[in-house]
């Protein structure tokens, strides 16, 4: 496809899985789960609110990378792994994409990439 493009964020994860943070074709842009990953490759600090602030800023790197703003995001979907941190969780998505309120989903999972990993989060944009 001539009209791919790809959005990455410089995760150790990128290269050793292959894949990319992002994709646009036409107008849609497809966001990867998103771990709470520093530049550095560590883990970000803190609790579910932090990382979930971490998630949200690489999510939307990428999808202005790739032409497309916050506004744009219609799909979103949030992996925790404590049922107590929802609240925190959902606090910090309504910051980041509220105004746009795209379709979410919030789900329990036994464990993400990293132990230490409280939070995972992915994204859908439609851009025009």
Do not use: N, Y
Not at 41 to 51: C, D, H, I, K
Not at 59 to 64: C, G, V
């Amino acid at each position: 496809m001539s009209d791919r493009k790809h959005a990455f964020t410089g995760s150790p994860f990128e290269a050793k899985f292959g894949f990319a943070r992002a994709v646009r074709v036409g107008d849609r842009i497809i966001v990867a789960g998103t771990g709470p990953v520093e530049d550095d490759g560590s883990s970000t600090p803190g609790g579910a609110a932090e990382q979930a602030e971490r998630c949200c800023t690489l999510i939307l790197r990428a999808i202005e990378q790739l032409g497309g703003t916050a506004g744009d995001v219609v799909r979103t979907r949030m992996f925790l792994t404590d049922f107590d941190d929802q609240e925190a969780v959902g606090e910090v998505h309504a910051r980041f994409f509220g105004e746009a309120s795209p379709a979410a989903t919030m789900v329990g999972a036994s464990w993400l990439c990293r132990s230490d990993w409280l939070v995972e989060i992915e994204a859908e944009a439609i851009v025009g």
